[in-house]
């Protein structure tokens, strides 16, 4: 059996079979006895090759990409399937659904607990005294918060304490302390004022007081005192000693940490509220929000009080950072 295929009828030329001429010049030429063979008709698979050779090839139409409209209508069932099939693995639990996290909250600010504590660096807080109003480790004379401005007839005389500065120190690693500066003076008198190191073993006393009571407060601080230090590093005679000479504009400072500070507070906010209002000239205008009074004790405060005919006090010295306000 062949294999090839039909020769397609419409497709075939008449010139492929034999015609009436080349028929009577064979039946010619065989009547008269020497004629060539009968013309032989083109095999189908001739017919077919002549065919594809004079049939126009049909130019490929260009496939048209599918728009997304067309694409959407037909992924439209499957994408249906697929979300029933995805609520139902949610419902039966078999996928977990994301839930957002809480928001972290804000870190409270760095202070103390209220109650009594150890700070770091030597001293105690007074965190169970938080809240309360007019406290002060050393029991202060009557006025010694107040301030009025001095006048020429009653100047200061004697030993006397002042805050030479006050502020936020914070570290690189954003974590800092409140740093206060002491300053004596011996104002009326040229003896010199000769306190202990450790402040006759007592240390300082720091009270920070707002509206709502004490919102930070230590007692027992060490005193940094710059000019032994000085002296230390120099090699001066003495300068190992146990006293500190403060005349003549001596100080030293005290360094406060952050666990002296009442629960809620931090040290950058109550240090800024130490500062008084002032105008734009400078001109303070009314008492800071906080108040800031430092407290010390030592013998020779007293010694020289004794000597220059006023009572000893206890030997007790106080600072505010109060000042004097203009007065219109």
């Known amino acids: 059996m062949s294999s090839l295929p039909p020769a397609e009828g419409p497709d075939e ?8 001429e080349q028929w009577e010049a064979f039946l010619r030429d065989a009547m008269e006895g020497g004629g060539a063979g009968a013309p032989k008709e083109a095999s189908a698979r001739d017919r077919l090759a002549a065919a594809r050779v004079r049939r126009p090839r049909r ?7 599918r728009s997304a409209t067309a694409w959407l209508a037909s992924a439209a069932p499957w994408t249906a399937v697929a979300a029933v099939v995805v609520f139902g693995a949610f419902q039966t639990g078999l996928i977990p659904i994301p839930r957002s996290s809480p928001s972290s909250p804000a870190p409270a600010p760095a202070s103390g607990p209220a109650e009594a504590v150890s700070l770091p660096g030597g001293g105690t807080s007074d965190g169970d005294q938080c809240g309360t109003k007019g406290y002060h480790h050393f029991p202060l004379p009557a006025g010694a ?4 401005p001095q006048s020429a007839a009653s100047p200061a005389f004697g030993p006397q304490l002042s805050l030479s500065h006050y502020g936020y120190a914070a570290d690189p690693e954003g974590e800092g302390d409140i740093v206060i500066g002491l300053r004596f003076t011996t104002p009326g008198t040229k003896k010199p004022l000769q306190v202990s190191r450790t402040l006759g073993g007592e240390g300082a006393a720091v009270e920070i007081e707002g509206p709502d009571g004490l919102v930070a407060g230590a007692h027992g601080l060490p005193v940094i005192w710059p000019s032994a230090a000085r002296a230390s590093a120099s090699g001066a005679s003495g ?3 146990a006293s500190v000479d403060v005349s003549d504009g001596g100080g030293g400072e005290i360094v406060v940490p952050a666990e002296a500070l009442c629960p809620g507070h931090d040290g950058d906010s109550v240090a800024k509220s130490l500062v008084p209002p002032a105008d734009s000239t400078g001109t303070v205008t009314g008492p800071p929000p906080y108040r800031l009074v430092v407290s010390l004790r030592d013998p020779a ?14 030997g007790l010295l106080s600072a505010v950072n109060l000042v004097p306000v203009a007065r219109s």
């Open 301 to 314: 405060v007293g010694t020289l009080r004794t000597t220059l005919g006023l009572p000893a006090g206890g």
């Open 145 to 148: 918060t107040a301030v009025e």
């Open 239 to 241: 300068a190992s000693g």
């Open 59 to 65: 130019p490929r139409r260009p496939r048209r990409p």
């Open 13 to 20: 030329s008449p010139s492929e079979s034999p015609s009436d």
